[in-house]
């Protein structure tokens, strides 16, 4: 069974910085491309960003509104997707989840607030 | 600019049909999407890709009652024999090269 699990949300102040994980199961990671989006509380889904398989890349792409703040890698041989976020703002504040293979975590919250 | 349009809200009786819509933007017409739910106070569930020529590939445990098609620059997911457990919000997903883009939601309310 296909599984994607988020850990790593909480609160944060401001300008502090927070690392996002997502570990799969049940399907074959390292040739899937992964998404981050988040959904703030309220409001609809958003895209955060995407990382490709390193068989087509590895690359990476973001979304405008956290371009230059966040960073999105993967580890193939622990089966786990990261979303590094810096430079927090209180409007980041969200269930961020991981979407790949057809398949959404169950999403970790995160609270920027002072 | 790679935009998809959905209504609001949309309703239904229960036991009925009803048919959502997604709106790719100008110049985006053959571009394929994905649907998804979110039920209340749960988190969202793929139920299917589709593609510009209707044809449709849903994820495990997707019932028969929901498919979906497409017709120009529009894509569609109709939900038959409505249940109180399909009253979620509804979004449609795209992707470029470069991006990827969701839609604002439907609401589906069940009657």
């Known amino acids: 069974e296909v599984h994607l699990v988020e850990s790593g949300g909480g609160l944060v102040k401001p300008g502090g910085s927070l690392r996002l994980s997502c570990a799969a199961s049940?399907?074959?990671?390292?040739?899937?491309?992964m998404n981050w989006v988040r959904q703030a509380p309220g409001k609809g889904l958003e895209w955060v960003g995407r990382i490709r398989s390193k068989s087509d890349g590895g690359t990476t792409d973001y979304a405008a509104p956290v371009k230059g703040r966040i960073s999105i890698s993967r580890d193939d041989s622990k089966n786990t997707l990261y979303l590094q976020m810096n430079s927090l703002k209180t409007e980041d504040t969200a269930v961020y989840y991981c979407l790949g293979f057809g398949t959404w975590g169950q999403g970790t919250l995160v609270t920027v607030s002072s | 600019q790679l935009v998809l349009t959905q209504s609001p809200s949309a309703s239904a009786s229960l036991g009925a049909s009803v048919k959502l819509t997604c709106t790719l933007s100008?110049?985006?017409?053959?571009?394929?999407i994905a649907w998804h739910q979110q039920q209340p106070e749960k988190g969202p569930r793929f139920l299917m890709k589709l593609n510009s020529d209707g044809t449709h590939a849903k994820g495990d445990e997707i019932p028969d009652r929901f498919s979906g098609s497409s017709s120009g620059a529009e894509r569609y997911l109709t939900i038959s024999s409505l249940q109180s457990e399909d009253a979620a919000d509804y979004y449609c997903q795209t992707w470029g090269t470069d991006i990827q883009v969701f839609g604002g939601g439907t609401k589906l309310t069940v009657l």
């Open positions: 049940g399907f074959t990671f390292s040739n899937a491309w």
């Open positions: 100008s110049g985006h017409s053959s571009y394929p």
